[in-house]
């Protein structure tokens, strides 16, 4: 279960652009330093959301990984 504060986007079984389209939406609703998990099973995903974050300089807290095969975590930056 994720805490109150973590918005969840599940897009897997969406291509890309779909799953990076969606994620662009929640951060801009987020608050700063809100956390959004991510669901994606797009291959495509394991470039788009890195390069998205570096780019928009959000924090991409988590990958992938086993046990979270296709779980995104990313943070919302504030800017100043």
Known sequence: MLPDDV???DARGLKCP???TLLRNAVRQADVGQEITLLSDDPVSLRDIPAFCSFMQHVLVSLP???HE???IVKKKGFS
């Open 70 to 72: 296709h779980e995104f």
């Open 18 to 20: 779909e799953p990076l």
């Open 7 to 9: 918005l969840l986007i």
């Open 65 to 67: 990984h086993e046990g």
